[in-house]
């Protein structure tokens, strides 16, 4: 009657340390596993966003242009029986920058999806800085040149200067820069296995992002 009971026991102790033993583990496995997931997790994430923020600089380029114009103006008096010319031929040499500042590229980190969405990315700036010099000025006491007319001749040069800069590859050459510093995202989000998105699209290689940010 007694040795029964104790090999009752005693099995009952060897069930309760099995249990134990098992609960033990479980809870073991779940800690690591999480503790290594919010680890990693986080690491990704920090990398990723160092790495954008390397990206995030100012893409600049530069171009020259020249041209040649003829200034003339004509005031005329007393029913035109009076007139006084002044003319002048103006050359113009312009350095031209068109720049992209990425760090204004606005974008979504989600940890959970393993997504980067680009948000926004900022228009092109160009500057245009020209230099202006006058040769062979012809002028008049009665119609001689005023600050009204180096504004008007300004106001032409740039115009003139930014129709040639959209005729040239000047603004094409820039978007090709900016989308080489775009193309890092890409291939860090491919290199760790997290998506790229824009304007609620996939990007999976450089072709389909030159064909999805349309500037």
Known sequence: MLIPLVQAIGRSGKLLYLILFIIIGVVAYKYFTSDKATTTTEYNSDLIQEKIKNVGKLVVTEGHFAQVMTYKDQQRYLMDLLSFEKKALIIINADVTVAYDLRQV?????????????????????????????????????????????????????????????????????????????????????SMGWKLEYKSQVIENEKQMVETIKL
């Open 106 to 190: 606005k974008y979504d980190i989600d940890e959970k999806n393993k997504t980067i969405t680009i948000v926004s990315i900022p228009k092109e700036e160009i500057k245009i800085s020209p230099d202006i010099q006058f040769y062979d000025v012809e002028q008049s006491r009665m119609n001689p040149f005023t600050g009204d007319d180096y504004n008007k001749i300004n106001k032409k040069v740039k115009a003139d200067l930014a129709a040639k800069i959209e005729k040239s590859s000047l603004k094409s050459n820039a978007q090709n820069r900016l989308l080489s510093e775009l193309a890092k995202i890409l291939i860090l989000t491919n």
